[in-house]
T-cell receptor, first 116, second 119 residues
């Protein structure tokens, strides 16, 4: 079974530029999460989707970050304009439908962003 | 919101010895406590988890204990091997059991422990 796919793996941009990250979850997984992992810290939840609806975006900096999951499958996370403190690894994770949910999240390998 | 504290930040042990990592949480509504292992350049991967109705769980060389009263839980790795070297994260979540609707259940992670196994 294919895992969570993310792209690009690495991105370097200047501050005030924009960037987008893409995630394709495990087939059939209804829930999709975006996490931000700053170097030396644990992942921090940015947004959680259930199918194509948002169930939690309380920690998403909405003045610069946006995310969508239009067809309930893949998702895009955008940052515009980027700040130096946005340098981090952006992790996408997915989990099955609620009936099959054991609590385990399946993470992709992440997209590493460097803002200069 | 939930706050998870994790100690130590770095742990170095001799191969074959045991390693213990400790976490505390703040929100009494949390009832699910997983541990994730992250290798360099990879995403975190679940290694063991425990729910609040259980005090201890074991899977081969790893075990997790939970003290709900004190709001702390620990990861124990016995007979450590070189492949155990990685960063370990504890986490907490108010995972609702047995429901089929939508709901926020994102994990709150600790800051991680870099486990180094010395040969």
């Amino acid at each position: 079974e294919a895992g969570v796919a993310q792209s690009p793996r690495y991105k370097i941009i200047e501050k005030r530029q924009s960037v987008a990250f893409w995630c394709n979850p495990i087939s059939g997984h209804a829930t999709l999460y975006w996490y931000q992992q700053i170097l030396g810290q644990g992942p921090k939840l940015l947004i959680q989707f259930q199918n194509n609806g948002v169930v939690d975006d309380s920690q998403l900096p909405k003045d610069r970050f946006s995310a969508e999951r239009l067809k309930g499958v893949d998702s895009t996370l955008k940052i515009q304009p980027a700040k130096l403190e946005d340098s981090a690894v952006y992790l996408c994770a997915s989990s099955p439908n609620r009936e099959g949910f054991t609590g385990e999240l399946f993470f992709g390998e992440g997209s590493r962003l460097t803002v200069l | 919101g939930e706050n998870v504290e994790q100690h130590p930040s770095t742990l170095s042990v001799q191969e074959g010895d045991s390693a213990v990592i400790k976490c505390t949480y703040s929100d009494s509504a949390s009832n699910y406590f997983p541990w994730y292992k992250q290798e360099l350049g990879k995403g975190p991967q679940l290694i063991i988890d425990i729910r609040s109705n259980v005090g201890e769980k074991k899977d081969q060389r790893i075990a997790v204990t939970l003290n709900k009263t004190a709001k702390h839980f620990s990861l124990h790795i016995t007979e450590t091997q070189p492949e155990d070297s990685a960063v370990y994260f504890c986490a907490a979540s108010p995972l609702l059991q047995g429901y089929s609707g939508g709901g926020a259940d994102g994990l709150t992670f600790g800051k991680g422990t870099h486990l180094i196994i010395q040969p």
